[in-house]
């Protein structure tokens, strides 16, 4: 397996995703907000396919549309306080309805279903770097941000008090979701994105740790999803997508069993 160079980049950026996804997602679980990240999810097909369409790299054009998305959504979280749902569906249909115009006009000129489901095959050295440069851009904002998005999370009017700039951070942080979600489409698939970025938090806080031990639990599940899902992929020739959703759900209710035995 590991003497095909797709597969040692896929397992690489399998990696690099496996880190970040939880990452994010812990914040954006602990916050209630996980749905942000499957509105984005598939908000990035629009990107996708613009790419496609342009004869751009499709993950850099996935990101800078995800992250004007990510931005609009805190924009507009703002403005609708009161209708915070109402700001995914708004986002979601201008995204999938301009993707959708765009593949089927055939303008593409690209099977997209390697960005719908995952692949190991088209990893290229090229998204391999792409991924790479983004990954430690976004880990390295976050390890920066990290006790102001702590205190956002948990208390988002005591940090506007103590002096915190909520705004600045949450824009900052709606960046990052965008660049996580855009770096996993070539692996992962934009159909299941979101289970990689909230799975493996649900599965960290079956445990009850605190706060630093669920983030890196949840990195441990994200890694041991990922690899297994790529790896049995591999195995059984299908989209890498399904088979780590199906491991992320495996393995949370292997948890949940293990937690009521216990108790």
Request: glycine share 8%.
């Given at each position: 397996?590991?003497?095909?160079?797709?597969?040692?980049?896929?397992?690489?950026?399998?990696?690099?995703?496996?880190?970040?996804?939880?990452?994010?997602?812990?914040?954006?679980?602990?916050?209630?907000?996980?749905?942000?990240?499957?509105?984005?999810?598939?908000?990035?097909?629009?990107?996708?396919?613009?790419?496609?369409l342009l004869g751009y790299n499709p993950i850099i054009s996935a990101f800078i549309f995800t992250?004007?998305?990510?931005?609009?959504?805190?924009?507009?979280?703002?403005?609708?306080?009161?209708?915070?749902?109402?700001?995914?569906?708004?986002?979601?249909?201008?995204?999938?309805?301009?993707?959708?115009?765009?593949?089927?006009?055939?303008?593409?000129?690209?099977?997209?279903?390697a960005y719908l489901f995952g692949s190991i095959i088209t990893v290229s050295k090229q998204d391999?770097?792409?991924?790479?440069?983004?990954?430690?851009?976004?880990?390295?904002t976050l390890v920066f941000l990290y006790e102001k998005l702590v205190y956002i999370t948990f208390?988002?009017?005591?940090?506007?008090?103590?002096?915190?700039?909520?705004?600045?951070?949450?824009?900052?942080?709606?960046?990052?979701?965008?660049?996580?979600?855009?770096?996993?489409?070539?692996?992962?698939?934009?159909?299941?994105?979101?289970?990689?970025?909230?799975?493996?938090?649900?599965?960290?806080?079956?445990?009850?740790?605190?706060?630093?031990?669920?983030?890196?639990?949840?990195?441990?599940?994200?890694?041991?999803?990922?690899?297994?899902?790529?790896?049995?992929?591999?195995?059984?020739?299908?989209?890498?997508?399904?088979?780590?959703?199906?491991?992320?759900?495996?393995?949370?209710?292997?948890?949940?069993?293990?937690?009521?035995?216990?108790?």
């Open positions: 397996m590991l003497q095909y160079t797709f597969m040692q980049n896929a397992l690489m950026a399998s990696i690099l995703i496996s880190i970040l996804c939880p990452f994010v997602g812990v914040f954006l679980v602990l916050k209630r907000h996980s749905m942000i990240g499957d509105a984005l999810a598939h908000s990035s097909l629009a990107g996708v396919a613009i790419g496609l992250s004007i998305g990510a931005i609009l959504i805190e924009f507009l979280r703002n403005y609708y306080k009161k209708y915070a749902d109402l700001i995914l569906v708004i986002i979601l249909t201008f995204s999938v309805g301009i993707a959708i115009t765009l593949i089927s006009s055939g303008k593409t000129h690209a099977n997209v279903n391999l770097v792409t991924v790479l440069i983004l990954s430690v851009i976004a880990v390295i208390d988002e009017e005591g940090a506007k008090i103590s002096g915190v700039n909520v705004k600045l951070i949450n824009y900052l942080f709606a960046l990052l979701v965008g660049c996580t979600i855009s770096v996993s489409i070539r692996v992962i698939g934009i159909l299941v994105i979101s289970s990689m970025i909230a799975l493996p938090v649900a599965t960290a806080l079956q445990l009850n740790k605190g706060f630093k031990k669920t983030l890196i639990f949840s990195i441990l599940f994200g890694c041991f999803d990922m690899l297994s899902g790529v790896i049995l992929s591999y195995y059984i020739n299908c989209a890498p997508g399904g088979t780590i959703a199906l491991v992320s759900v495996a393995v949370l209710i292997l948890v949940i069993i293990m937690k009521q035995i216990k108790k």
